[in-house]
């Protein structure tokens, strides 16, 4: 049976549509359900996976701690010269505001500590027994002394670095405490690598917390041992949890929770009454939390269903190992409401909308299919036309419907195709591939910066005496602890050019004291150096005497080099500056000089002296340069003392009577100097300046520079 066109339409798509909407709504709803449901899963699982990554982003980080100060030369572990140990320890605690306490213990009893009070969000951490506003705490336990007692001195320092006295809270007491009866200590000891301890309840804190430690490697009597606060999993778990109703708990491998959105839930008393605890995942105040615990224990990274309080919940039990150091798990919990509640009313709405829009549809669908009649049935007569190749013959018509016109526009092409088809047959290939790429340029920025060069001093001959492979061990141990003292200071490595090393300060960072953390980083390099030397001496090595160069200058910093090889540098004169005045350390016989612009930068907590003015090969305009002798308060890690501080005053006043042609004066006070100082190579040497200018005085509009010919 054959059907007018226009009721075949009508007919048709009424039909079609009611099918479709009937079918879309019901697939819909399954569809939207499930999805939901596996979208459930899926923030559950990345809720899951978040607490997972913190876990092992925190334990990393004080394995990372242990590791880098183990790994410092055993010169600078003496309890009894403290300073610069707790110096560095302090570093660790700067960079790694979740850790409470960094220490080391001897095995002489003695203890070496470093507190961090101020917490990861800033506020003041509260610790019995510590004055206020201490950020800083420091702890020095010696060994029993002959009359049975173990001496503990404590210091206090608030974020400025600045000690606090205090009447309430004495700096000195006897102490009870023996690193070497702690577990962290005798872990690591018995197992010669990095431990971690179970968690516990820092008693100072009222906080979870665990500790990790190992042997130092170039002292391995000793332990260094970090105190890592759990405090920020409560956050951490209150940030992650997913949906309104939704929890995230953190199980440690001994079944204690140690990270809860509310902290108080997971502390307790023990029996005695006098020792905090941590709650098992069976006793907590939360039928979430001990459902998933209970249900999925033996389910690592599957999901269950259950019911608590009135809710359908969906939770996912997962374990979070760091390396293998911890097996604690994530219980993360959500409310299937919480993401289907909205699903029902969608659901009712978009039928209501659908029928409408059916009815209307309809509607105008049959009022259209009888002005769509005509049109198509002269398209059929062409199509028949067409396919009798009668193409001579067919005449076009004008429609009121755009898609009439299209169709028979593209009858039209099809004719005309056809006809030269009828004459040859044409072949017609375009072929298009398009492939974008976006990779690095060549390029840079133009920014301040401290440059700094050092050089072995007499690294040929050092080489000549030694194999390749002796060479490369020395060197390369030479150069991780160079490198340990800049980059604590926030220096980038550059590069390594043979013996010789290549840094920057203020990129790619910005870094507002540049200056001051390059004056630090290279007085910790040369002190860490020169322990290196006396280890180097103890195994019958050659030392590696280190000449430091600094500069500060505008430099373009970016990428330099091909396309397929790149290295991200700094270019300009000034870095050829930075590298001469390097050199001049040999011609001076000192081992840290610094340009005029790194003076001016500096704080006024360093101390320098002038050495000179120098007009160096390939430059014309003269240049005072100074050496850096250390820091000027009596607290700094690099103190230089009163002595050294006497020295450069006494000095700088012969200075300035030498620029002003005063040189007698300036010899009376410079042959002090070297009575005093006979090994200062800068004093000798500006005394014998004066010296020879006593005898032949300079020429009118000398202006006290002295011109080197050699680079």
């Known amino acids: 049976m054959k059907l007018p066109l226009r009721i075949t339409i009508t007919t048709a798509f009424t039909v ?115 004055p206020g506003g201490t950020a800083t705490a420091w702890r020095v336990i010696g060994p029993t002394d002959a009359g049975g007692i173990r001496p503990e001195k404590w210091r206090y320092f608030n974020k400025k670095h600045e000690e606090i006295t205090s009447q309430e809270h004495p700096v000195e007491k006897p102490s009870t405490y023996d690193p070497r009866t702690r577990s962290w200590f005798i872990d690591a000891q018995r197992e010669k690598k990095a431990v971690l301890s179970d968690a516990y309840v820092f ?10 430690a190992q042997p130092l490697q170039h002292f391995s009597q000793a332990t260094v041992g970090v105190d890592l606060s759990l405090r920020d999993l409560a956050d951490l778990t209150v940030r992650l949890k997913p949906g309104d109703n939704g929890i995230v708990a953190i199980i440690d491998d001994a079944g204690n929770v140690v990270g809860y959105p509310d902290p108080s839930k997971i502390l307790s008393i023990d ?96 009022a259209m299919a009888g002005w769509i009649t005509g049109p198509v049935v002269r398209i059929r007569e062409m199509a028949d036309q067409i396919t009798k190749l009668n193409l001579s013959g067919i005449k076009t018509f004008d429609s009121p419907f755009e898609e009439i016109k299209r169709l028979q526009s593209s009858m039209n092409h099809m004719r005309a195709a056809l006809d030269t088809f009828l004459r040859f047959v044409p072949r017609d290939v375009v072929r ?42 020395q060197a390369s141990e030479y150069f991780e602890v160079m490198s340990l003292g800049i980059q604590a200071n926030r220096g980038t490595i550059d590069k390594f050019i043979g013996d ?37 001496v103890s195994k019958g090595m050659a030392p590696m005497r280190t000449r430091f160069g600094l500069h500060t200058c505008d430099v373009l910093v970016g990428n330099v080099g091909a396309r397929d090889r790149m290295q991200y540098t700094c270019l300009g004169s000034g870095v050829n500056l930075a590298a001469r005045i390097e050199g001049l350390n040999k011609f001076y016989g000192t081992q840290v000089l610094a340009s005029d612009t790194v003076r001016r930068g500096a704080s006024a907590d360093f101390l320098f002296r002038r050495v000179d003015i120098v007009e160096a090969k390939g430059t014309s305009i003269p240049m005072t340069i100074y050496e850096l002798m250390g820091e000027r308060g009596a607290d700094a890690a690099f103190y230089v003392g009163d002595d050294m501080m006497k020295l450069a005053s006494k000095y700088e006043q012969a200075f300035d009577f030498y620029l002003h042609r005063d040189f007698a004066d300036a010899l009376w006070l410079l042959d002090q100097l070297a009575e005093t100082y006979p090994d200062d190579a800068v004093v000798a040497q500006l005394r014998e300046k004066c010296r020879e200018f006593d005898k032949n005085p300079p020429p009118p509009g000398w202006n006290g520079a002295t011109v080197l010919d050699k680079k």
């Open 16 to 130: 079609f549509t009611a099918l479709s909407v009937a079918t879309i709504a019901a697939v819909n709803f399954v569809g939207n359900r499930d999805a939901i449901l596996e979208m459930a899963k899926s923030d559950i699982s990345k809720s899951a996976t978040g607490a997972e990554q913190e876990i092992n982003r925190l334990i990393t980080r004080a394995f990372a701690a242990t590791g880098t100060i183990s790994s410092l030369p055993a010169g600078i572990f003496d309890w009894r010269r403290p300073d610069a140990l707790l110096s560095t320890l302090t570093v660790s605690l700067r960079t790694s505001p979740e850790i409470y306490g960094v220490f080391v213990g001897f095995p002489d009893g003695a203890f070496v500590q470093a507190i961090n009070l101020v917490a990861t969000d800033g506020t003041q951490r509260d610790v019995p027994g510590m």
């Open 203 to 212: 008693s100072s804190l009222r906080q979870p917390g665990v500790t990790a």
């Open 271 to 366: 029996e005695t009454g006098t020792r905090i605890k941590l709650v098992p995942a069976s006793a907590i105040d939360d039928d979430r939390v001990r459902n998933v615990a209970a249900s999925t224990a033996s389910a690592d990274g599957e999901y269950s269903s259950f019911k608590a309080g009135g809710y359908d919940y969906i939770g996912h039990y997962s374990s979070a190992a760091a390396s293998g150091a911890v097996n604690w798990r994530v219980v993360s919990v959500g409310a299937i409401g919480d993401f289907t509640r909205n699903l029902m009313s969608t659901l009712y709405q978009s039928l209501l909308v659908a029928g409408i829009i059916l009815v209307v549809s309809v509607c105008g669908v049959a």
């Open 432 to 473: 298009e591939l398009i492939k974008s790429e976006r990779a690095a340029t060549v390029g840079g920025t133009r920014r301040e910066v401290t440059l700094l060069f050092t050089d072995v001093e007499n690294f040929t001959v050092l080489s000549e005496k030694m194999t390749p492979e002796q060479i490369m061990t």
């Open 500 to 536: 010789a090393i290549m840094a920057f300060w203020n990129a790619p960072t910005d870094d507002p004291l540049h200056v001051d953390n390059a004056c630090r980083g290279v007085l910790a390099a040369y002190h860490i150096s020169k322990d290196l030397n006396d280890e180097f």
